[in-house]
């Protein structure tokens, strides 16, 4: 019954202005540049995440219940991601597992969920051999989506490098991602989709050896999903710091991300603009779809054996979590 007890121990433990500024290394190590500020099929084993209310496309909670963000609940799955399953990297059976939990979880919510299958090749990832095989995005759509009328994005990459446990990269943007899902089940401006994307890690050098998932996802898009795509986000380093990064790759006018720190400006939040092309915004903003990463702030554990969940900020996560909401549903 060792499951029940651990089980029972995360679940105890749960219930416990935009600036011009410097962003530092991301995914892939490349150099950020200063930019100024503009004015499924669900799994019958028990879950290892704390306890996530239930819901049905036909049941609607109290908005009080379900309106706020839940920090301890996101801290819980950066514990089980990061803490229990360790490396994910994209072909292997912790990253499995922990799509499987990801889609439990969605499905459980009362979303639309599949699986979007990819290869990826064989290279070297962080300094590590890595071999080719097959991996998945988890895709997650409200109940009757319909991709004819306007609706947001919002996606975290679920891999990590081979030796990192990956709690800030990236189950820190998981953790938020899920948390958001729960909250957009109740209502939301747009409809909004959830993706956990595959692969977003290196396997080598160069513009073609990274964001696997969300290139695979972004090729694949009907051409009415691409026209009504309001705005897409990419959650990844999102627990680390006091600032939250608001980031697109070119540094031209951005209207997604001057409406984000607007957003953040009205709720009290402090965010900064920067230019960044590592995750998997990149993969939208490379076909003109409007992308904007959250995160990317650097810290010392980065693709490291210590990034694990003690590296994790739970004022950053509510200071993520806020802005997000806040944008999502009023
Ligand atoms: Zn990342």
Redesign the pocket.
């Known amino acids: 019954m060792a499951w029940l007890a651990r089980r029972w121990a995360l679940r105890r433990w749960a219930a416990v202005s935009a600036a011009v500024v410097v962003l530092a290394a991301a995914?892939d190590g490349d150099e950020p540049r200063v930019v100024p500020a503009p004015t499924a099929t669900p799994s019958s084993a028990p879950s290892p995440f704390p306890s996530t209310p239930k819901s049905s496309p036909t049941f609607s909670p109290s908005p009080t219940v379900r309106a706020r963000f839940r920090v301890d609940a996101a801290l819980g799955t950066v514990r089980f991601l990061a803490g229990e399953l360790g490396p994910r990297e994209a072909t292997s059976d912790a990253y499995a597992r922990a799509a499987a939990e990801v889609q439990r979880q969605l499905v459980d919510l009362g979303y639309a969920v599949e699986r979007q299958r990819l290869r990826v090749p064989a290279g070297v990832s962080w300094g590590v051999p890595v071999a080719a095989g097959q991996t998945w995005n988890v895709v997650a759509r409200p109940s009757g989506f319909d991709a004819s009328q306007p609706y947001r994005l919002v996606g975290a990459?679920l891999d990590t490098v081979p030796q990192a446990p990956g709690a800030e990269?990236?189950a820190s943007g998981v953790a938020v991602m899920l948390e958001l899902a729960r909250l957009t089940t109740a209502r939301s401006r747009l409809p909004v989709v959830f993706v956990a994307f595959a692969a977003?890690?290196p396997r080598g050098d160069g513009e073609a050896l990274h964001h696997f998932g969300s290139r695979a996802y972004v090729e694949r898009m009907p051409p009415e999903q691409r026209r009504n795509l309001a705005g897409m986000i990419s959650l990844?380093?999102v627990s680390v710091g006091s600032v939250v990064p608001v980031c697109t790759g070119s540094p031209g006018p951005a209207p997604l991300r001057s409406m984000l720190l607007r957003t953040a400006r009205r709720a009290g939040i402090p965010a900064e603009a920067c230019t960044n092309t590592s995750?998997d915004h990149w993969s939208f903003e490379l076909e003109q779809l409007p992308a904007v990463r959250i995160g990317g702030t650097p810290y010392p554990a980065y693709h490291s054996v210590a990034d694990r969940p003690r590296v994790v900020n739970a004022d950053q996560l509510r200071r993520v979590g806020r802005l997000l909401s806040s944008w999502l549903l009023r």
């Open positions: 995914c990459h990269d990236n977003e890690e990844d380093r995750s």
